[in-house]
C-alpha cells in the first residue's frame, strides 16, 4: 500500500507531459471579486502562459458567449503547423456565491477544469488559473495571462506577474505567446 501514491505519479506523470508538478495541494488563490461573467464574455487572446501540453500552436484564443441556459460556450483556437485549429467546449459557475470560479470541459466524458478568474478589468486584461490536486500530494497548474488585444503593454504583463506571485502561483516558467502573423490567410 506505502507504493500506492508512487505507482499513481508513475501513471500520471506522461499524462501532464510539459506541466511541472508542486508538491502538496493547489494553492487557494483570491479570484476576481464581484466578477460580472456577461462582461467576461468576448474574444480573449493568450498573452502569456505557463506550459501546456494541450497548447502547442501560436495564434492561441478563445472565445466565450453566455448560452440561454447561463451555460458558457467556450471556442478555443490555435495554428499548428499552418493549419487553424479548433475546440468547443462548456463552462460553467462552479459557485453562484462566487462567480469568478468557472469550470471548463472540452468533453462530455471528462470533468469540467477549475478556470477562475484572479483579475479582470474586461475591457484589457484577465488573469486566469487553473489547478488539480492529485491525491492532495502533488498539484498540476495552468496559468494564463489574456488580453482583448494581440499585445499588452510590459508593464501590464509585470503586474499580471506580480499578482500570480502574491498568490503562491509558481510563474517562473511562464513564457510568452506567439501573437504575430496571425491574421495572414493560412
Known amino acids: 500500500m506505502k507504493l500506492f501514491p508512487v505507482v499513481v505519479f508513475a501513471f500520471i506523470l506522461p499524462l501532464i507531459g510539459a506541466q511541472v ?7 487557494e488563490p483570491a479570484v ?15 498573452i502569456a502562459k ?13 472565445n466565450f458567449t453566455l448560452k440561454t441556459d447561463n451555460s458558457i460556450r467556450v471556442v478555443s483556437s490555435e495554428i499548428l503547423k499552418a493549419e487553424l485549429r479548433k475546440i468547443e467546449g462548456t463552462g460553467v459557475i462552479e459557485d453562484m456565491k462566487n462567480p469568478a470560479k468557472l469550470g471548463i ?4 466524458v471528462l470533468p469540467y477544469s477549475p478556470y477562475w478568474i484572479l483579475s479582470t478589468d474586461y475591457v484589457n486584461s484577465a488573469l486566469v ?3 488539480t490536486d492529485i491525491l492532495r500530494l502533488f498539484h498540476v497548474d495552468f496559468a494564463w ?7 499588452l503593454p510590459e508593464a501590464t504583463v509585470e503586474k499580471a506577474m506580480e499578482i500570480f506571485a502574491k498568490n503562491n502561483i509558481d510563474v517562473s516558467r511562464m513564457t510568452p505567446s506567439r501573437q504575430k502573423d496571425c491574421d495572414k490567410t493560412l
Not at 105 to 108: K, L, N, V
Open 129 to 131: 488559473y487553473s489547478c
Open 50 to 62: 505557463l506550459p501546456a501540453q494541450f497548447e502547442k500552436g501560436r495564434c492561441i484564443e478563445t
Open 21 to 27: 508538478p508542486h508538491w502538496g495541494p493547489c494553492p
Open 145 to 151: 495571462i489574456l488580453g482583448r488585444t494581440r499585445t
Open 32 to 46: 476576481q471579486p464581484a466578477f460580472i461573467l456577461k462582461q467576461f464574455m468576448g474574444r480573449w487572446f493568450e
Open 105 to 108: 470541459s472540452y468533453s462530455y
